[in-house]
């Protein structure tokens, strides 16, 4: 059972980035999926949810609430997080989970 986040890297504040979450090993279409992040020296927030169901129905925090859109792909077993109009303030390490996986990060920072 296995989930392993790519995407991360230096983006310059106002620009975008797309984080993708893979997993393994269990069926990924049976979970709802959320991302989440740690800033330094704070503790892990909630960014986004994402369910199991056919709509496939998000949620969102309201610190990204109309920059980030999260998406899934079943057949490719893969979690997207598509982050536009990006802050400082989002830099964090991002993880995906659900209840029987988390996966390593993958490091966000927006700096000019």
């Known amino acids: 059972v296995q989930l392993v986040e790519s995407g991360g890297s230096l983006v310059q504040p106002g620009g975008s980035l797309t984080l993708s979450c893979t997993g393994s090993g269990f069926n990924f279409s049976s979970y709802n999926m959320v991302w989440l992040r740690q800033a330094p020296g704070k503790g892990l927030e909630w960014v986004s949810t994402?369910?199991?169901?056919?709509?496939?129905?998000?949620s969102y925090a309201d610190s990204v609430k109309g920059r980030f859109t999260v998406s899934r792909d079943n057949a490719k077993n893969t979690l997207y997080l598509q982050m536009g109009s990006l802050k400082p303030e989002d830099t964090a390490v991002y993880y995906c989970?659900?209840?029987?996986?988390r996966g390593q990060g993958t490091q966000v920072t927006v700096s000019s």
């Open positions: 989970r659900n209840p029987i996986a």
């Open positions: 994402i369910k199991s169901s056919s709509s496939s129905s998000a």
